[in-house]
């Protein structure tokens, strides 16, 4: 059910792409560009500095977790307060800094902090933006708003890492830069992933430029404060549907591995054959591949999913994931093979980041949102913290085909719980 606020806020947004639409695209765009150019070489600089592969899945795990649990604090208080936009510039502004502070870690636990701010930063500002997004448009397009959202927000995620790619390939044959770079860092940066230092450094500039795109280009209609909300009984009275739909959510969730184990998985099976920098190099470019079919799928599925059962629809795109996972179990050493592997997870992932959002606003109005989306970040948070910690811990403790074995069993439940599911949403036709 709309309320009459958002009904005449909804009144003079008719055209779906408005200013808010194309700013949080925008904003989403600069701030995955600084996330994911740190992200597509942390394992590898994980490696310059001896950190195992159970310990990045702790590190991705902890991040996530970290994120989920501020989500749901952050858009009940947003709910409670009757506005949005300032806390969300907060959030960015923390997911800018973060990903510098990587520069100086010589020891993992530093990398835990900056990985741990920066999901603090998206914690808070992810629920509010989806929520704000959610308002800026008519029910019936929220499925293409939000598709725009994701393929603004990855398309940032492409030039992250090839900008990345870019840097590290120059800076290889270009020492004494990286050197200079570093001069001012203790003695043993140079050794331990220099390079990777300087590429830390420089995600301050996309990191900043998000925060002045949310703060000049998004406005938000404020509502009147809601002194009577209570954080329990909110809770409790979210409906039956939606409280089911985040159990499925957090299934597969605990299949849905940090994509930085995909990369890690891919560098160290081609490193044998190409050596350890050009598996580096290839695997980089791989994760740019996943975020280019990412941001072109993003828009094409959520603007059709209004046509089908929004669970069933979602389900799909699980089942998808759930392949992608057998491919990164089998594994075979072959450029190719990889390639298939990180299309399926592009897909798979623009699915569940599009679908999972939309359908939130099937289940709950304009005045409980900010809380509905911050439990989805909890569904979501419980199961990435779950997944990225298992996966990581047998892919050490045992071998990594058990690692994604374990992800394979998990996400075909997650996806069979999905697609059972009733859907809730109104305009299937």
């Known amino acids: ?45 994980m490696q310059a500095i001896g950190s195992s592969a159970a310990v990045l899945g702790f590190i991705e795990g902890t991040a996530d977790a970290t994120s989920s649990f501020i989500k749901l604090l952050a858009g009940y208080r947003s709910d409670k307060i009757g506005h949005r936009k300032g806390w969300s510039v907060i959030g960015y502004a923390l997911t800018a800094v973060s990903m510098a502070v990587i520069a100086f ?22 629920p509010l933006r989806d929520a704000m997004l959610a308002d800026s448009v008519e029910p019936k397009d929220r499925g293409k708003a939000f598709g725009f959202h994701r393929a603004g927000d990855t398309t940032g995620a492409v030039i992250g890492p090839l900008a990345a790619f870019g840097i590290l390939t120059y800076l290889s044959s270009h ?56 954080f329990t009984s909110t809770l409790l009275s979210m409906p039956r549907e939606y409280k089911k739909f985040l159990l499925a959510v957090m299934v597969f969730g605990c299949a849905d591995f940090a994509p930085t184990l995909m990369i890690l998985r891919a560098s160290t099976v081609l490193s044998p054959k190409f050596g350890l920098l050009n598996a580096a190099r290839y695997a980089t470019l791989l994760y740019l591949l996943r975020n280019i079919v990412y941001a072109f799928s993003s828009y094409p599925i959520g603007a059709i999913s ?33 390639i298939g592997c990180f299309i399926l997870s592009g897909i798979s992932i623009a699915w569940e980041d599009t679908m999972e959002g939309v359908a939130v606003r099937d ?62 949403n109104k305009t299937i036709s």
């Open 105 to 126: 870690a010589f020891v993992w636990p530093i990398i835990l902090l900056a990985r741990a701010i920066g999901w603090l930063g998206r914690g808070i500002r992810g």
């Open 363 to 424: 289940y709950v109005d304009e005045s409980i949102s900010g809380t509905a989306y911050g439990m989805l970040g909890v569904a979501n948070g419980i199961g990435d913290f779950a997944s990225s910690l298992i996966v990581g811990a047998l892919w050490t403790s045992i071998s990594p085909f058990w690692g994604f074995i374990y992800a394979i069993i998990v996400g075909t439940a997650g996806t069979i719980m999905m697609a059972s599911l009733k859907s809730n």
């Open 1 to 45: 059910m709309e309320t009459n606020q958002q009904t005449q806020q909804m009144a003079g947004n008719e055209k779906w792409l408005n200013r808010n639409v194309i700013g949080f695209g925008l904003t989403s765009l600069l701030s995955d560009f600084c996330h994911e150019m740190a992200t597509a070489v942390l394992p590898q600089f």
């Open 306 to 338: 209004s046509r089908f059962s929004r669970t069933r629809y979602l389900a799909t795109g699980y089942f998808i994931a759930v392949l992608c996972f057998v491919g990164f179990a089998i594994a075979i050493p072959s450029i190719w093979w990889f």
């Open 175 to 230: 020492t004494e830069i990286v050197q200079l770079i570093t001069s001012w860092l203790p003695d043993k940066a140079f050794e331990l992933g220099g390079i990777f230092r300087v590429i830390f450094l420089l995600t301050l500039i996309p990191g900043i430029l998000s925060v002045l795109s949310m703060v000049f280009l998004i406005t938000e209609n404020r509502r009147p404060k809601n002194d009577e909300m209570k």
